[in-house]
């Protein structure tokens, strides 16, 4: 299920960042703020802007979330407004997707407890670059090139839908398809922890409904082998 | 023209000397021993001699009362042995006679004089006099004379053995630097003192050696109570009995307590000053063990993560911030860190940035700053690998031009992975856990050394199912790359040397020596088949 729109809180050092890559995925794009200086910054830049105090659950609503809204990133510069705009959103809307971002060791565990989906810490994704690029530089370069580069070469994922012909097959036997330059990496198993087997270690499990597996290669690839699992009816509604 | 007979033989042994081998790895052997700071050899020698020292002084002590055995005595021969041996090399060491033969003759053939005998061992001799002046030197024989019987007199001398212990210990040396800094001030109150004895002393002599009743008879009586007087110790032996002479022990008690008060702040001022470059040299010293460190410019939230991970990898490193707090941090997290500026040259120069360094990572919060120091490491040592972080997008091509091997930018990433995340959660989740090594996963590589099980290979003939690894593709030697018929190969910038990379190669891929396999699987796993792999190439090495 692929977000339509997408509010983008804070809008300093990070939120454009996150913005500028944001603009080229094509979805509806709304940047809140409570300062006019960045929200003026984010109007220079042709994105829809909306000034709002976000602690209060009025203006929240009047933002989108709980009701036009499907996907919130919630980039302020202080851990605690961080936490606070978590909490609130997700008091408002159960089912909205809350992205955050951590600015301290600490505050990841915090976030999560508030009711956000995913946090990133931009600090130990950097810390963990940068050790990476002294232990083995040459693995980080050719990631650096392909997958994350321009590069046609992406790490995908392909659910695994009732009647398409992936469910009871085992792991192992996947690749054994011939006609995509696909490489299997694994699967997260359905359940509440979202549990990741690898291929190379469980190539005996067998993949059951609601699965999500994953597979890398060129995007074509991704499509094609897309379109032959899944199953003709269920396309088209989600 | 060619100088004189015997003469012409010592030129023609130094020669020799200084084409032997043996003869300087003797020497070398010797400079390790006694005079090098970084030699592994040294700490034992010196615990050795301190040991024989203690014992010395022990047995002259023992000797007041008792006398000693056959054994003592031969036991203090050894060891005053062992004191000349010591004595003489470090003599031997201190210069080299075969080159100043050497240079003399050269001058001389320059010149074209006959070399003289005189001169020559002159300038031998200046040398070697230039150490037997030292102060080391003198306490070193100062040392030993007296056990030679006619010197028995001299036995107080035998004390200097203890002095010997300065050549042993660093920290007393460093004592006596402090304290040679501070030169001028104590000259000073030396002065003010010497000025005060020498008033007080012929002012009570003045007044008192006629008089009766007191026990000040000659002028040294005078001296002694000065000075017993001035340092505040008063034994009261002596006591003034005039009024004159009690003035005068009243100003002298007084201009006493101003001299301690005055020498113990001078003496404590110094080491305050110094105390901090006292600790920064034994970091720098620590330093100087390690090799192929990483030099960590900035611990704050990004310095701190990376140090942490670079623990965890037993990676040796050493922490650079401007900051106190940070290192006071780092420190008590058992870090070596140091508290000083790292864009001044000289801070990364004492941290071996030219010498042992492997790479520097400069991740201030500050982009002025990284890119300062990013380009002076790259200045010093063009081979550094150097690694920086930029906070806004203008400053990574900065940052490139400066000379940093790799930029790494936090915010981008973050935008990256949002981006990732809204097209894919599941995906994307899964791809962050395996590049942070979750659950001991990871993406490596794994080099097919000429010779071994893999080269020549078929990719469908390696079973790495069995070794329970996925294969995501192979990056192709730097020169068969070219000639190889790649199909879909990816070409890579030259960051990664003219290499391709084939992605999912089909089973009937061949492969060549120097490919490199880039596979999936748990560290555990990875590090088996390297190992195998490795193994592999020996034994046909060993095979051939």
């Known amino acids: 299920m692929k ?30 703020d409570r300062d006019d200086g960045n929200l003026a910054r984010a109007a220079e830049r042709g994105l829809q802007t909306l000034k709002c105090d976000y602690t209060d659950d009025l203006e929240l609503a009047r933002a989108g979330v709980g009701g036009g809204l499907d996907l919130i990133f919630v980039l302020l510069p202080e851990d605690a407004e961080n936490v606070f705009l978590t909490i609130s959103a997700r008091a408002l809307a159960p089912r909205l997707t809350i992205v955050a971002v951590s600015d301290s060791p600490g505050s990841a565990a915090k976030l999560l407890a ?33 997958v994350f580069g321009q590069a046609d070469l992406e790490l995908a994922e392909v ?63 991704v499509v094609r082998f897309r379109a032959d699992f899944a199953p003709p009816r269920t396309d088209g509604q989600r | 023209m060619s100088p004189t007979p015997p003469l012409h033989l010592i030129v023609r042994l130094c020669y020799r000397l200084d084409d032997s081998a043996r003869y300087r790895r003797c020497k070398r052997f010797a400079y390790d021993l006694l005079e090098n700071p970084d030699s592994p050899l040294r700490p034992y020698v010196d615990v050795t001699m301190c040991l024989l020292i203690l014992a010395t002084v022990f047995l002259m002590i023992y000797e007041v009362r008792h006398p000693l055995g056959e054994l003592a005595r031969g036991f203090e021969d050894a060891v005053i042995g062992v004191f000349i041996v010591e004595y003489l090399a470090r003599g031997w060491l201190y210069s080299d006679v075969r080159r100043s033969v050497i240079e003399a003759h050269e001058e001389a053939e320059f010149l074209g004089i006959r070399l003289q005998l ?46 010997k212990l300065f050549r042993y210990t660093r920290a007393i040396s460093e004592f006596a630097k402090v304290l040679a800094e501070k030169r001028f001030d104590l000259y000073t109150l030396a002065m003010f003192i010497g000025f005060v004895l020498f008033a007080a002393s012929t002012a009570i002599y003045i007044f008192e050696a006629h008089v009766e009743t007191s026990h000040i008879n000659t002028l040294f009586d005078a001296v002694y109570w000065a000075v017993i007087t001035l340092f505040t110790v008063g034994y009261g032996d002596i006591t003034p009995k005039t009024p004159e002479g009690r003035l005068v022990a009243m100003l002298l008690v007084v201009t006493g307590v101003a001299v301690i008060s005055l020498s113990t702040s001078i003496v404590v001022t110094a080491f305050g000053e110094k105390m901090q470059a006292l600790r920064d040299r034994r970091v720098f010293a620590d330093v100087d063990k390690l090799r192929d460190y990483v030099i960590v410019c900035g611990y704050g939230r990004v310095g701190e993560m990376v140090v ?78 150097v690694i920086s972080r930029a906070n806004r997008a203008e400053t990574i091509h900065k940052l490139r031009l400066a000379g940093a091997t790799h930029v790494v930018m936090p915010y981008e990433v973050v935008g990256l992975m ?127």
């Open chain 1, 159 to 221: 659910e695994v839908l009732p009647g398409s012909g992936l469910a009871g097959l085992a792991l192992g036997a996947v690749d054994l398809r011939e006609g995509y330059e696909l490489v299997v990496i694994g699967a997260v198993v359905d359940g509440a922890e979202r549990h990741l087997r690898f291929a190379a270690e469980d190539a005996g499990y067998r993949l059951r409904r609601g699965d999500v597996l994953l597979v890398a290669g060129p995007s074509g690839d």
């Open chain 1, 3 to 32: 977000p339509r729109r997408i509010g983008l809180f804070g809008y300093a050092k990070l939120g454009m960042e996150v913005a500028n890559h944001l603009c080229r995925t094509g979805c509806e794009l709304l940047v809140v």
């Open chain 2, 308 to 385: 942490a991970r670079l623990a965890e990898q037993k990676r040796p490193f050493v922490i650079v911030d401007k900051l106190a707090p940070n290192i006071a941090r780092a420190k008590a997290c058992g870090h070596l860190a140091l508290c000083e500026d790292a864009t001044q040259a000289e801070v990364l120069a004492n941290l071996g940035i030219t010498r042992h360094a492997g790479s520097i990572l400069c991740i201030t919060g500050d982009d002025i700053t990284n890119t300062y120091i990013t380009l002076s490491a790259r200045q010093m040592n063009p081979r550094l690998s």
């Open chain 1, 114 to 146: 508030a009711g956000a989906d995913k946090v990133i810490d931009p600090f130990e994704i950097a810390a963990r670059r940068i050790t990476d690029l002294i232990r083995k530089p040459l693995v980080v370069d050719m990631l650096d090139q392909t």
């Open chain 2, 118 to 163: 005189r001169p020559v061992l002159a300038r031998v001799l200046r040398r070697k006099w230039d150490y037997a002046r030292s102060p080391l030197a003198i306490i070193d024989l100062l040392a030993i004379l007296p056990s030679y019987r006619p010197l028995r007199m001299l036995r107080f001398f035998l004390l200097f053995r203890v002095f």
């Open chain 2, 418 to 544: 949002a981006a990732e995340y809204i097209h894919q959660p599941v995906a994307s989740t899964a791809l962050a856990g395996i590049l942070s090594g979750e659950r001991g996963m990871s993406i490596d590589i794994v080099a097919v050394p000429p010779r071994s099980m893999l080269a020549g290979q078929r990719i469908g003939a390696i079973a790495l199912a069995r070794h329970k690894l996925t294969l995501l593709g192979v990056l192709t030697g730097v020169d068969g790359g070219a000639q190889r018929d790649v199909r879909g190969a990816i070409e890579l910038r030259a960051s990664l040397q003219g290499r391709r990379f084939c992605f999912n190669p089909p089973p009937d891929f061949s492969l060549c020596a120097e490919d490199l396999l880039v596979v999936l699987g748990r560290s555990v796993s990875i590090e088996h088949f390297r190992a195998q792999v490795e193994g592999s190439a020996l034994h046909a090495g060993a095979g051939a």
